[in-house]
């Protein structure tokens, strides 16, 4: 097992001031990560699943899932990520090109009578409504489980249609990188 580290560092200087930050966060216990490489079309891809039974490429113990980094590593062409819940709620975020999003699963939760709680992955991570949201309270049990992330490259519909893309290739689509870490 191993500690992930991760850093965030900002570093701006406006009007002679400076506004730097620096958070860092060690995720312990790590003993499995996937890194991949992976190449996005316009179509609806799945990135990545979540399944307790039936664990392999691509597809993670939801229980288990500490962190999740998707990198766009396209010059050219957002993507489009819809996140997906066990209660068929879905939200859908464009990332921008050269942007990173970072979904965190719950780590470790603290001790209570003696006995350190783990935490529960991605367990009861997010709840998505085209209404008002109501019922939510502190356990998050009425949260839903993330099951799946889904990508699609984007770029405007006349791009699409004339067939622009990136390294000579025809088409649009996005170079992502997808790093997962778990217990």
């Not at 949201?133 to 998050?140: P, Y």
Request: charged residues 20%; contains cysteine; hydrophobic residues 35%.
């Amino acid at each position: 097992m191993a500690n992930l580290k991760v850093e965030i560092r900002e570093s701006i200087k406006l009007n002679e001031n400076s506004y730097d930050s620096y958070n860092k966060h060690i995720l312990k216990d790590i003993n499995n990560i996937s890194k991949r490489v992976m190449t996005v079309p316009v179509t609806e891809s799945v990135l990545l699943s979540m399944d307790n039974s039936n664990v392999g490429a691509g597809t993670f113990v939801e229980t288990k899932v500490r962190y999740i980094r998707i990198t766009n590593q396209s010059d050219e062409w957002p993507l489009l990520l819809t996140f997906k819940n066990e209660d068929e709620n879905e939200y859908i975020y464009k990332l921008d090109k050269q942007a990173t999003y970072i979904y965190t699963g719950e780590a470790t939760t603290k001790e209570i009578y003696g006995i350190a709680r783990s935490g529960s992955g991605v367990m009861n991570s997010f709840d998505a409504s085209n209404s008002t949201i109501s019922g939510v309270d502190s356990s998050f049990e009425n949260m839903g489980d993330l099951i799946n992330i889904t990508g699609m490259a984007s770029g405007s519909a006349e791009d699409i249609v004339l067939g622009y893309g990136g390294s000579g290739s025809g088409e649009v689509r996005c170079p992502i990188e997808l790093f997962i870490a778990s217990i």
